[in-house]
């Protein structure tokens, strides 16, 4: 089963527990619009290499595209389809004024020099030019991707349309009209969510710990914004293994300690080494998965020991683990939801760009945190109401705020 496919289950359950036209599930479960592009760079010892990019357009129903860009040598037509997919559900769920897209491109950010990701970067933007822009689709970071590649793609973007346009793109630095915390916005979300479901299932934040896997933009901002609301951090992770301390991590000093550890958190000292895998399977209160995709699955699922699991990272449950941790009674606070503070803050973004009028950080958070809660209320009621997942409660949420949009357009 592809990605994409297995990422249509949940809403599947969702449309037939409402009663959905099928029609309407018809229309949601193909994307309107997929590019795949060339792209040919010189690079530094002057051969040329020609790098593939996609950018998928899932649905502009609710308003523009939205959605990030994917740097990753696994990226794949399958993968950007499932993302933009996942952003449709996902702004719909938050209540933004957006459709969902993703990008991507076959790299590994890694294996090449600065100047030819600038390339790779504005190669990119050159070939999909057509079919972006603040009223069309504006693209974000994602994995590999950063403020300074969306630095590169503002400016490559404004050069041909011959206007700065920072509409355009969100996830850029405050002086590229960046907005107040974005960086942080994703974890910080993620952090709210899990403070929502551990208030519902009664445990004080004080009495929580909890296991992290991925410590790039949302893990690591997951972990400190969790450290600043009193919870206990005792195992991390990201691509070089993992570590535990059963007394709890400082991850300011974890972050200080990987920036001048060549970027990874491995040997921090005192800590006992564990592996990815462990980490997964700590007995902790939350498990929060920030890194990659189909991270729990049939082979781990019995595993995992935590109470519940609010998951950062997109996909990081796969179908059949996700009827595991259900029958064993696991929580999970879906994607869909728990990471949509990052593209709350995007769209927070995208409105003082539009406007020219910037917010201070005090009102970003504010706003963020309402919307989560509201969010979270959401599902969480839509999922007790029919007896279901969270999972499926978010795409309950999320079908019925398309369904009508798509019956006054007239498209079903
Ligand atoms: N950046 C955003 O705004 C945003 C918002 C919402 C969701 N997400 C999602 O969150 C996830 C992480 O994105 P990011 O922006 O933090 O990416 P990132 O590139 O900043 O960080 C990825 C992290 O995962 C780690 N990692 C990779 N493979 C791993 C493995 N097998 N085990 C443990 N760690 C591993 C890397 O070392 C790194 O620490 C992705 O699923 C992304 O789609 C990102
Ligand atoms: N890539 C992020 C952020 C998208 C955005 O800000 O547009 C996500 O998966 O939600």
Partial sequence: MSLFEMAKI?????SKLINLDPNAEAVISQPERTLEV???????????????????QNSTVLGPAKGGVRYHQNVSMDEVKTLGFWMTTKCAIAGLPYGGGKGGIIVDPRKVSKTELEKITRGYIDKIAPVIGEKKDIPAP???????IMAW??????????????????????????????????GRGVITATLELLKREGIK???????IQGFGNVGSWTAKCAADKGLKIVALSDISGGIYDANGFDPYKVEE????????????????PISNEEVLEQDVTVLIPAALELQITAKNADKIKAKMIVEAANGPTD???????EKRGIPVVPDVLANGGGVTVSYFEWVQNLYRYFWTEEEVIDRQEQMMVKAFGNVYDAAKKYNTTMRVGAYIVALNALVEPLKLRGII
Avoid at 158 to 180: D, E, L, R, V
Wanted: net charge negative; proline share 5%; glycine share 12%.
């Fill in 10 to 14: 949940p809403m599947e359950k969702a």
């Fill in 38 to 56: 060339s792209i040919p760079v010189k690079m530094d010892d002057g051969h040329v290499e020609v790098f593939t990019g996609y950018r998928s």
């Fill in 142 to 148: 994602d994995v590999n991707t950063n403020a300074q």
């Fill in 153 to 186: 793609m503002c400016d490559e973007f404004s050069k041909i349309n011959c206007q700065f346009a920072p509409g355009f793109i969100t996830g850029k630095a405050i002086c590229m009209g960046g907005s107040q915390g974005r960086t942080s916005a994703t």
């Fill in 205 to 211: 934040p004080e009495d929580a710990t909890l296991a």
């Fill in 257 to 272: 300690y990987a920036k001048n550890n060549g970027g990874v958190i491995k040997g921090y000292p005192g800590a006992t």
């Fill in 319 to 325: 179908a059949e683990a996700d009827v595991i941790l």
